[in-house]
């Protein structure tokens, strides 16, 4: 069995990515929307 880095970057990538989402506010500022939180349960600020 061979490790692919390449496969497992992509995998990691896909999973990752389709829970993020970026938002304009209306101050025309980026929002950044993850699934990460920390260990409390509270959300990262982006």
Same mark, same amino acid.
């Given at each position: 069995?061979? /490790?692919? $880095?390449?496969?497992? *970057? ?5 999973? $990752?990515? *389709? ?10 500022? $980026?929002? $950044?929307?993850?699934? /990460?939180? /920390? ?6 600020? /982006?």
């Amino acid at each position: 069995m061979t /490790f692919n $880095l390449n496969a497992r *970057k992509e995998l990691l990538c896909m999973r $990752l990515c *389709k829970d993020v989402v970026i938002e304009q506010r209306p101050d025309n500022e $980026l929002m $950044l929307q993850t699934h /990460f939180t /920390f260990r409390d349960g509270d959300r990262y600020p /982006f």
